[in-house]
């Protein structure tokens, strides 16, 4: 069934500097309280929301200009949707994509049209809580190799499958012994421009291993495509890029080459980072902006959490565009040249829970909601998927 209404975008301009303390867990969390919506980072300013016109979803490229990048208007393009979680375009195909449901260990196909084809199962998925058919990711070196991010069980496991005419292939493990648990699984897998294969992890609940070197949970991880140790990792013989960190469910690159990640907090910040290799972000000893000299501070900050929540990460033409669960809202934000993040701005409020954002092959953006997760409140068509053109 094709679906093709039309929605009106509403951005707000994040209020800076506020520090008020937030009684949610700071995970998947449910639906914020009501509220002005605000967020902290270094410097910036408040302004009332205001709507902007809509008009055509007519592609934008992503190379045409230089950002940062406004959603100007957008169209709901795919419902009925199961808890999905991830989106990975197909190499080569015109708009279509592959999307992750979690709870049925599926994957189906869509494409911009509104069409939803089953696709199959991921074998030997078996989570609960947040833990499911996670992440989901193709090898730009080798297009028709695709990987999924699962939980199984006591651990989160990463295999390869291929994907052609429709049909997954025989999967194999790529990586496994990631904990899991009903909470903070991580999940997101996104290829780097060396080619390398990046893995974000939660802690699953347990604190300490976030700074544990001996565990693979509260991590960065970065492999070969094959499974194998980079010998240029930070830790000899040892998948980990980065780590303190609570629960990463958002892994983007930029022009530069450079990585992000976006971080639920637990009681106080949420988190934007940039990563370093063998950078330590401090959790459980610190959320947000701490200054301590030991630990990399984020980038962006949201204070409370009940205002994001973040889970998906997209990077276009200076931009960065995360999708909040709690906050209910795709966040925008204007990056520089030297990587320091302008205010955040709220877009895309009435849809509810977001779960991932991403950048389709003719420049517009492609945000998923989240609301049949049972944390959210379903509302008719949902899970969703919208269509944002971007301006300039």
Known sequence: MSIRRMIVVIAALAVAGASCSSSGSGSDGSPSPSGAPSASSPGGSASPSAPLSPGTSSPSSPAAQPGPVTPSSGEEIVTGLAAPWSIAFVPGSDGQALVTQRDEGTIVLVDDSGTVTPVGAVPGVDGTGEGGLLGIAFDPASPADLYVYATMGAQNVVQRSTYANGALGEFS???????????????????????????????SGNPDDAQDL????GKILRIAPSGEVPPDNPFDGSPIWSYGHRNVEG?????EGRLWASEFGDREADEVNL???????GWPFVEGI???????????????????SPSGLAYVRDTLFVAALRGERLWQVPLSSGGE??????FVTEFGRLRDAVVAPDGTLWVLTNNTDGRGSPRDGDDRILRLTLTP
């Open 173 to 203: 493990v790529v990586l496994d012994g990631i904990p899991a648990g009903t909470r903070h699984d991580g999940g997101r897998l996104a290829f780097g421009p060396d080619g390398m294969l990046y893995i974000s992890t939660g802690e």
């Open 214 to 217: 001996g565990s693979l949970g």
């Open 251 to 255: 892994l983007a690159f930029d022009d």
């Open 275 to 281: 990563i370093v290799a063998g950078g330590n972000y």
């Open 290 to 308: 701490g200054g301590a000299p030991d630990y990399v501070d984020p980038v962006v900050e949201w204070r409370p959490t009940s205002e994001s």
């Open 341 to 346: 993040a302008g205010e955040p701005a709220a």
